[in-house]
């Protein structure tokens, strides 16, 4: 398992906001390219050290999801997973309590339409013991049960039991517990993608005495307020009516909330106005109505759905497509980019530094018909570090490669200098075109850290 490691200094809400924009932007890099998540998990860490136990969990939400995950498995923040897990929680936590919600809830957005374009869990174990996502959603709904839904969005149909069963029956039952029949939690009830998740909330109301049932049966206004937002429900994940034993999903819901008494003698069974044979049916009309504006292209669930990704980037690992792309930058890009690229690689034509000017990234290539548009657009231009790795992880490759041939090595270090030189030789270009703003934190670590440039001191003084 390998990581991408943020620093972020959490007593300032700017570094903060930065991070989870980062985190976004990684995040969208995983689910666009159907990446693995295992793979490409996020580290986050307190400026360079790592968050300490105590400072996690002296927060009550982990606590919270502490005591979820550990009805699946034990917990050791020594090892790496369960860091890492525990590090975006808090990242998450720490944004909201800055009032972030709008950037946290793009990321919960796009983890919730990533579940359900793949109705899968196997895209979301990080192993065996884990599911990536449920956390992040969690500490978002403690904080403000509004936001409850969103977990009985991420839960979709093909879930099992055998394989999902600790997130199925505890996180949305945990809610269920701490919030009652609050109208946040009417709605997450209705908004269940997943049956058995449905049933786990009802099979929770029956152990605290309060049945879903009965609460349906003497609050009428609660009863609407479920069929309102399951109508809303319907409208973003249209489906068949009928599950795979050919029951129709109200009778389904019914029976699962009823004792099994009751629903035999629904014909006899007063339901305000009527019989709760009566109502089953009527409720049953209604959806169908509802679900005839649809058509099966319509459905969720039968074909992929679209998340907000407008551009797909699809040359992330093609070493040569890359190597084209940057170079087209400078040479398509610029009337004197031969002479920038010499300086890059070679050290030559400096003078040429004084001829640059601030640009923006994204209108610049969409202008000039560039095909790095794409990757600016997918992976941002907010900050320095997300232009400027991919030239950087091209020069570290060539160098890489001629480390196999001695006499091509020996070529690259007296025509070009080493790897480092032709970095910052790179920075120096990018740093003007950036508008000569100060080094962000992300920056200086993909320098000193990452690729091991130089030292934090000289890249400062340099710059």
Not at 59 to 82: A, H, P, Y
Not at 307 to 328: I, S, T
Not at 437 to 455: A, G, Q
């Amino acid at each position: 398992m390998s990581f991408f490691q943020l620093s972020c200094d959490f007593k300032s809400t700017q570094s903060v906001k930065d991070c989870i924009k980062i985190f976004e932007n990684r995040l969208n890099s995983i689910f666009v390219n159907d990446l693995t998540i295992s793979e490409n998990m996020v580290l986050v860490n307190d400026l360079e050290k790592r968050i300490s136990t105590n400072n996690i969990f002296e927060i009550n939400n982990l606590n919270v999801i502490r005591t979820l995950v550990l009805k699946q498995t034990k917990i050791d923040l020594e090892d790496e997973k369960f860091y890492a897990l525990f590090s975006q929680c808090y990242l998450f936590q720490k944004a909201l309590e800055y009032n972030l919600y709008e950037e946290v809830l793009q990321i919960i957005k796009k983890l919730v339409a990533y579940s359900v374009r793949k109705n899968n869990s196997s895209y979301l174990w990080i192993d065996d013991k884990f599911i990536y996502g449920i956390d992040l959603l969690t500490i978002l709904a403690l904080n403000n049960s509004k936001f409850i839904h969103y977990i009985s969005e991420f839960i979709t149909p093909s879930w099992e039991i055998t394989q999902d069963s600790y997130v199925i029956f505890n996180y949305l039952p945990y809610f269920y517990f701490q919030n009652g029949f609050s109208k946040n939690m009417i709605k997450a009830i209705a908004y269940c993608n997943n049956f058995d998740t449905f049933k786990s909330i009802a099979n929770a109301t029956k152990d605290s005495n309060e049945e879903l049932y009965e609460y349906f049966k003497t609050d009428k206004k609660g009863y609407e307020y479920f069929k309102k937002e399951c109508f809303n429900y319907l409208s973003l994940y249209p489906r068949v009516s009928e599950n795979s034993d050919l029951e129709h999903i109200v009778n389904s819901f019914f029976k699962a909330i009823c004792k099994d008494e009751v629903y035999r003698n629904m014909a006899n069974e007063t339901f305000y106005e009527v019989s709760l044979k009566e109502e089953i049916e009527l409720f049953a009309q209604e959806v169908d109505a509802f679900l005839e504006q649809f058509t099966k292209d319509d459905y969720v669930f039968l074909n992929e759905i679209n998340d907000d990704v407008v551009f797909e980037y699809e040359f992330e690992g093609d070493f040569e497509k890359e190597k084209e792309l940057n170079k087209e930058f400078f040479i398509k890009g610029f009337e004197s980019g031969r002479k920038i690229l010499d300086y890059i690689y070679y050290g030559t034509n400096k003078e040429i530094l004084n001829t640059l000017k601030k640009i923006e990234f994204k209108s610049f290539s969409k202008r000039k018909n560039l095909q790095i548009y794409k990757r600016f657009e997918y992976f941002g231009t907010d900050y320095l570090y997300e232009i400027i790795d991919p030239f950087l992880k091209q020069y570290k490759d060539e160098h890489k490669q001629a480390k196999q041939s001695f006499w091509l090595l020996n070529f690259f270090i007296k025509k070009q200098g080493s790897f480092k030189e032709k970095a910052l030789r790179a920075l120096d270009v990018f740093y003007i075109l950036n508008g000569r703003k100060n080094l962000d934190s992300f920056t200086i670590d993909l320098f000193t850290r990452k690729y091991k440039i130089c030292k934090r001191r000289k890249l400062l003084k340099r710059y």
